[in-house]
């Protein structure tokens, strides 16, 4: 086989390789997924709220972002469960799915419950904040009140929450835990299509480019 056809078919194989791989998993790819559990055994059998909240900041231009909450488990009863207990920009009802946008200033889901030992759920984030270059943070904090529903509990940290998630423009996520012994969060790992995909499309794009400077060579 002459050079240039072996030059050409491997470029081929270049090709359809990266193409595979940039199409393995786009969606998951510009999501980020975290479990955040609560341990409230020390509030066990009390009634009370859970507080979460999603908000921009000040600075015009916010770049948009979304949180999904998901897979909501553990042994707390949630008293007069519904959509009413949001405010703002934010749909669903727990126990199944919530999904607040930062298009709004203020974004909450308060909702009453019965404390057993654990509260548990998952926390996704989209939107074009992942890829902005400017702009203002958007938090997404978690909080537990008092049946008075304004005392913070399980924290000391002025703002009363428990954890907050900093979304940057950019895409980087830092959460900021106020009560270790209260408040695990674990980043879910993303699965191994999506974590290729940028070298997919990087892959699909330097062999196009060769493609198309060898597209006069016959296979043979």
């Given at each position: 086989?002459?050079?240039?056809?072996r030059t050409?078919?491997?470029?081929?194989?270049?090709l359809?390789?990266?193409?595979?791989?940039?199409?393995a998993s786009?969606?998951?790819a510009?999501?980020?997924d975290y479990?955040?559990?609560?341990?409230?055994?020390a509030l066990?059998?009390?009634s009370?709220?859970?507080?979460?909240?999603?908000n921009p900041?000040?600075?015009p231009g916010?770049?948009?972002?979304?949180?999904a909450?998901?897979?909501?488990?553990?042994?707390?009863?949630?008293?007069?469960?519904?959509?009413?207990n949001?405010?703002?920009?934010?749909?669903?009802?727990?126990?199944g799915e919530?999904v607040f946008?930062?298009?709004?200033?203020?974004?909450?889901?308060?909702?009453?419950v019965?404390?057993?030992?654990?509260?548990?759920?998952?926390?996704?984030?989209?939107?074009?904040?992942?890829?902005a270059?400017?702009?203002?943070?958007?938090?997404?904090?978690?909080?537990?009140?008092?049946?008075d529903?304004?005392?913070?509990?399980?924290?000391t940290?002025?703002?009363?929450?428990?954890?907050?998630?900093?979304?940057?423009?950019?895409?980087?996520?830092?959460?900021?835990?106020?009560n270790?012994?209260v408040?695990?969060?674990?980043?879910?790992p993303?699965p191994a299509?999506a974590?290729?995909?940028?070298?997919?499309?990087?892959?699909?794009a330097v062999a196009r480019?060769?493609?198309?400077?060898?597209r006069?060579?016959?296979l043979?």
């Amino acid at each position: 086989m002459a050079p240039t056809a072996r030059t050409q078919r491997s470029t081929l194989l270049i090709l359809m390789t990266g193409l595979i791989l940039a199409l393995a998993s786009p969606v998951h790819a510009m999501v980020v997924d975290y479990v955040v559990s609560l341990n409230t055994s020390a509030l066990m059998g009390t009634s009370g709220f859970l507080d979460l909240q999603f908000n921009p900041g000040t600075i015009p231009g916010t770049p948009g972002a979304e949180a999904a909450i998901s897979l909501f488990s553990g042994d707390a009863v949630l008293q007069n469960p519904g959509q009413a207990n949001g405010t703002g920009n934010v749909t669903g009802a727990l126990p199944g799915e919530l999904v607040f946008h930062n298009g709004t200033q203020f974004n909450s889901f308060f909702q009453e419950v019965m404390f057993g030992t654990t509260i548990s759920f998952h926390a996704d984030f989209s939107g074009a904040f992942l890829t902005a270059l400017s702009g203002a943070h958007t938090a997404f904090s978690v909080s537990v009140y008092d049946a008075d529903g304004i005392t913070p509990l399980l924290t000391t940290d002025p703002s009363g929450a428990l954890t907050i998630f900093d979304l940057a423009p950019g895409g980087e996520i830092t959460p900021m835990i106020f009560n270790p012994s209260v408040v695990t969060v674990a980043a879910v790992p993303l699965p191994a299509a999506a974590v290729l995909f940028p070298t997919g499309l990087s892959l699909f794009a330097v062999a196009r480019r060769t493609f198309k400077g060898n597209r006069s060579v016959v296979l043979g």
